[in-house]
């Protein structure tokens, strides 16, 4: 079965900084891309990053470009989203997801979601 | 950067009903979209992929259609398990865009 855990969620101050975690199972995981995707509270989602399978290609929303590093560790079996200065309007919901098989494919499986509070 | 708009952004419907939300894409993504069902405090859920394939274990009163820039998301009869929020989102581009999101209410 496959299984997307997040951690590392929590209450931070604006400009600070917090490392998310994934833990995945159930699946090889260094054979498949994969993402974090966002929701604000009451908001839709929004899309984060995504990397490749060996990590060689990286993208950025425009809205977290230069703030946010995602990386991977295909030996842990582990994907993760360096965050720094943070803004209050990265307060959201963050979910890891995988990318299904082929090179063009939709966010097949989903973690249950860690929360980022960023406040004062 | 492709926008994703969906319409309407909440519906009302009864059980029985037949459901049709919209999504448009700012240029054209061939049929690189997908449809998504997310329940309060869940993770969204894929329903639909290649704009017209039924995921795996996915009931088949969900259906997709559309090519190039207009998608439609259609459930045959609404079901009270389907009361729910529903997302788009194309994955022709290396952004992944969401659309705004229809949430169907219980009319």
């Known amino acids: 079965e496959v299984q997307l855990v997040e951690s590392g969620g929590g209450l931070v101050k604006p400009g600070g900084s917090l490392r998310l975690s994934c833990a995945a199972s159930?699946?090889?995981?260094?054979?498949?891309?994969m993402n974090w995707v966002r929701q604000a509270p009451g908001k839709g989602l929004e899309w984060v990053s995504s990397?490749?399978?060996?990590?060689?290609?990286?993208y950025y929303a425009d809205s977290v470009k230069g703030r946010f590093t995602i990386s991977r560790d295909n030996a842990k079996n582990s994907l993760y989203l360096q965050m720094n200065s943070l803004r209050a309007e990265d307060t959201a919901v963050y979910y890891c997801?995988?990318?299904?098989?082929?090179?063009?494919?939709?966010?097949?499986?989903w973690g249950q979601g860690t929360l980022v509070t960023v406040s004062s | 950067d492709i926008q994703m708009t969906q319409s309407p952004s909440t519906l009302s419907a009864s059980v029985g009903d037949r459901v049709t939300i919209t999504c448009r894409a700012s240029?054209?993504?061939?049929?690189?979209l997908a449809w998504y069902q997310q329940k309060p405090g869940k993770a969204p859920k894929l329903l639909i992929y290649?704009?017209?394939s039924l995921e795996s274990g996915v009931p088949s009163r969900f259906s997709g259609s559309g090519s190039g820039t207009e998608f439609t998301l259609t459930i045959s009869s609404l079901q009270p398990d389907d009361f729910a929020t529903y997302y788009c989102?194309?994955?022709?581009?290396?952004?992944?865009?969401f659309g705004q999101g229809t949430k169907v209410e219980i009319k």
């Open positions: 997801a995988r990318e299904g098989g082929s090179s063009l494919a939709p966010l097949d499986y």
């Open positions: 290649k704009a017209s």
């Open positions: 159930g699946f090889t995981f260094s054979s498949y891309s």
């Open positions: 989102q194309q994955y022709n581009s290396f952004q992944g865009t």
């Open positions: 240029q054209s993504i061939s049929s690189w």
């Open positions: 990397i490749s399978s060996s990590s060689s290609y990286i």
